[in-house]
């Protein structure tokens, strides 16, 4: 049973980030009447391919291990999510494996609720060395004491119009997010925008504001210190919101997008520049209107108000994102765990789920196969340059704090304007939620 605290750790952050829960049971032995049940986020892009993936795992499986069942559970929203984990967390059953999301997986720590993986579990999954090493980065505080086995990488990029650019005369996207706005301004006209950007998204808008600071010099969180009230914070999130307000480079519908939205916009050619998606949207632009007409390219690296990156900046070029399996500490069938997961990273289960929902490997072996497509050099470019956000319990809930800020800005950004006075104010309440959160960690 874990501590009260590391519940509303855990509380807090799944209210933020999506996380995908498994629970399997698998060894080498006989797995005959044994049952591994596993919670996952349901598939709505792709409903169908997700239960034939959760029919062909469970057959394979069974296959390699003696007749012991999989047994696939979905929740559809971020409450019925919470409700499942907090059940299981706090009776100490259910499920044996869990998928959270990179981000989530600092606050999954602090809960202590997961195992921390030895050199023999490692072993058990195929080896520490079988995964990309920028994947590895946040599994945990640091190399010897980790609980999080990398399943997917999901590094963001830009996706840009090809025949847009060249039609301008532009040869390609900028490496400022200065550049950008002006890119962006050049090929705004009647019926096109420079810019698709998700303002209503709930996982989009903390990234740019991150990335910007991080570039700027300012990690956001160092040392169980806060700084969101930041000036190059202030002024990432001026930029950010000032390209629909003041710029006029974004659809004004766009405050109410979602990504899947952003990305429909872009794929019905209304957009030059699509800024943070990953590989997920090829497999939905690769069937649009700008299919053979777009490409990818790493997003700017050089901070607003900047020409070139400050010397205490970070080229960051996208969080290290993605999805890690953790095993949860109560589970009975931690071999058979550790065999479900040593199936799902190796290069053959890893090839098969690239190809049906977009997701990148960590599997270092099949990554490298992947190296020579053209149509993924920048995503492959933007894997190996991605930082990670602060590994600490409380980062679920700055990250809410980042994408508040965005939220309450709606309104006056749906009128076309930013209100600086109010921005600040947003930001001195979202500087003090966060030093309390992270104060309250370290208790």
Same mark, same amino acid.
């Given at each position: ?32 009447? @044994?049952?591994?049940?596993? =919670? ?5 892009? /792709? ?9 062909? #795992? ?10 012991? @069942? #999989? ?26 494996? /869990?998928?959270?999301g990179t981000t989530f997986t600092?606050?999954? /720590? ?6 921390? =993986? ?62 950008l706005a002006a890119q962006a ?49 202030? @002024? ?12 006029? #480079? ?89 065999? =479900? ?74 009128k076309g304007k930013v209100d ?21 960690? @370290?208790?």
């Amino acid at each position: 049973m874990i501590a009260r605290r590391g519940i509303a750790v855990l509380a807090g952050a799944v209210l933020l980030t999506s996380i995908t829960a498994c629970s399997s049971d698998s060894s080498s032995g006989d797995g005959a009447g @044994k049952t591994l049940n596993v =919670l996952v986020s349901a598939n709505s892009i /792709y409903p169908q391919q997700q239960k034939d993936w959760f029919a062909s #795992v469970s057959a394979k499986f069974a296959e390699q291990n003696g007749g012991a @069942k #999989v047994s696939f559970e979905t929740f559809a929203s971020p409450n019925d999510e919470l409700t499942k984990i907090q059940t299981a967390v706090l009776a100490g059953q259910g499920p044996d494996v /869990y998928s959270l999301g990179t981000t989530f997986t600092p606050t999954a /720590y602090a809960t202590g609720a997961f195992v921390e =993986l030895s050199a023999d579990d490692w072993g058990k999954v195929g080896g520490r060395d079988r995964f990309l090493p920028s994947t590895l980065t946040l599994s945990g505080p640091d190399a010897t004491h980790e609980v999080g086995i990398p399943f997917t990488s999901r590094p963001f990029v830009m996706a840009y119009n090809k025949d847009m650019l060249a039609a301008a005369g532009i040869d390609k996207p900028a490496d400022t997010w200065d550049g950008l706005a002006a890119q962006a301004k050049q090929l705004t006209k009647p019926g096109q925008f420079g810019l698709a950007v998700a303002y209503g998204d709930g996982f989009d808008p903390w990234k740019f504001i991150w990335a910007m600071s991080v570039q700027a010099g300012n990690p956001l969180v160092a040392d169980g210190k806060a700084s969101l009230s930041d000036p190059v914070t202030l @002024k990432a999130y001026q930029t950010y919101l000032g390209w629909l307000a003041n710029d006029k #480079v974004v659809d004004p519908a766009a405050v109410g997008w979602k990504n899947a939205q952003a990305i429909a916009a872009f794929g019905a050619g209304k957009a030059a520049f699509l800024p943070m998606v990953s590989a997920t949207s090829k497999v939905t632009l690769d069937k649009s209107a700008v299919a053979g007409k777009y490409a990818y390219a790493i997003m700017p690296t050089v901070p607003p108000g900047q020409s070139a990156l400050p010397a205490n900046g970070k080229a960051a070029t996208s969080i290290l994102s993605g999805d890690n399996l953790v095993v949860a500490k109560y589970s009975k069938n931690k071999d058979l765990a550790y065999a =479900l997961i040593k199936m799902l990273t190796s290069a053959e289960w890893q090839e098969t789920y690239y190809k049906t929902f977009g997701e990148l490997p960590t599997n270092a072996e099949y990554a490298k196969t992947l190296q020579g497509d053209a149509a993924l050099a920048a995503i492959v470019d933007s894997s190996s340059k991605a930082v990670g956000t602060p590994f600490s319990g409380a980062w679920s809930q700055v990250q809410l704090a980042l994408v508040n800020v965005v939220v309450q800005s709606v309104p006056n950004l749906a009128k076309g304007k930013v209100d600086d006075a109010a921005l600040q104010a947003l930001l001195a309440k979202a500087q003090s939620d966060a030093q309390a959160a992270l104060d309250k960690a @370290k208790k």
